[in-house]
Every structure is written in structure tokens, then in C-alpha cells.
């Protein structure tokens, strides 16, 4: 048997990491399988790689560099945490996946969506999700979420600015056109208790 294969998507200040956890707790007390993982990261290797993406505050990284490596990362995630859970039968539930680097790299970088997504579908090859939701927010927004939270450990793309962000939006709902079967959007304007019932009403949904 088969589990299910779910991501969060959105941009940077969407909340995904705040609703991430607390959909665990509710899986948890729902007495559902699952393994709760994120992107870029997930395995000791891909971890390594993400220490790279995200803390190399100097900028000098090449756009495509930057593609390659999460592409590398996912593919070790990928068969190192998401394919033995979903053999198991479990629930996976990820912070970002293949979404996530058509918009940030594919429009944010300008290398080009189509481009990006053949990197990604050799590294993943046939590892999609089975549903995404989207936390769909205005970058404007999600820029002042990501300054008044004083706590928020500060990366690479955190530093860019909102025209960067506005692309990575705009990238988002292109991919969101490409993939209308998988992709649920989800206005994460609300509170975040609001959004995580909203999500687990649709998973269990999903499930029974």
C-alpha cells in the first residue's frame, strides 16, 4: 500500500512553517502515519546542501548553481526519506518541493520554467506529489510577516527584494496553471488556525 505524497507551497512569509507544524499536531492526534519533512533539506546530505543555498549571504551564487544543487538535494531526499515512507504506506508531508524551484529559479532567477522542470523531473523522475496546497498570500504581505517577526532566522532570499518576490509570485501562479489537478489553493490570509483546519479537513477528505 501506497501513502499519500502532500506539499506546502507558497511565498517566502505564507506561513508554511508555522502550518507545517501545526498540521503534524493535528495528524498526531488524529492517530495518522506520517513522516513531516522539508525542502531543501530532509536527508544529512541534503541538509548539508541547504546550509549552502541558504546562508551564502555573499550573492555570488550562479542562478543555475543554485537550481542544480536543490535539484541534487531533492533527488538524495527523494529516495533517502520520501520513497521508503510512501512504501510504508505513510503520509508524507513537505515544506516545498519541485513547486518551489519552478518559481523561485525557474521566474524569480529567470532561467526559464520548462528548464528547471527537466532538472527537477530527472532528479525526482516519477516522486510527485499527490496533492498541493498553496498558501497563496501577497508578497507585499508576506515581506512585512517576514520583518516583524524578529526571530526569523534571516537567508539569502530573504535578502532579495520585493521585485524578486513579485516574480516568484507571479512564477507561482503559472505553475499553478500548469498543475490545476494537484494544486489546492489555500488564502492564507486567515489566522493560522483558520488555514491548518481548513488543510486537515481536506486531507482527511483525501484519505477516507
Known sequence: MNGI???????????????STRLAERLEEAGIQFVKTREPGGSKISDVVRDIFLNDLD?????????????????????EL????????????????????????GVGRDIGIDEVLKI?????????????????????VGLARIAANKGREVNRLDMEDVTFHSKVQAGYETVRDMFPERIEIIDATRTVEEIVADIFDRIQAKLS
Not at 550562479?62 to 529516495?79: C, F, M, S, W
Not at 519541485?98 to 529559479?105: F, G, K, P, R
Open 82 to 105: 520520501i520513497r521508503p515512507a510512501l512504501a510504508e504506506g505513510k503520509l508524507v508531508l513537505c515544506d516545498r518541493f519541485i513547486d518551489s524551484s519552478l518559481a523561485y529559479q
Open 59 to 79: 550573492s555570488r551564487m550562479d542562478a543555475k548553481t543554485e537550481a542544480l544543487l536543490i535539484a541534487g538535494a531533492r533527488r538524495q531526499h527523494v529516495v
Open 120 to 140: 527537477n523531473q530527472f532528479a525526482v523522475e516519477t516522486t510527485m506529489p499527490d496533492v498541493t496546497f498553496y498558501l497563496d498570500v501577497p508578497a507585499d
Open 5 to 19: 505524497f502532500i506539499t506546502l507551497e507558497g511565498p517566502d512569509g505564507s506561513g508554511k512553517t508555522t502550518v
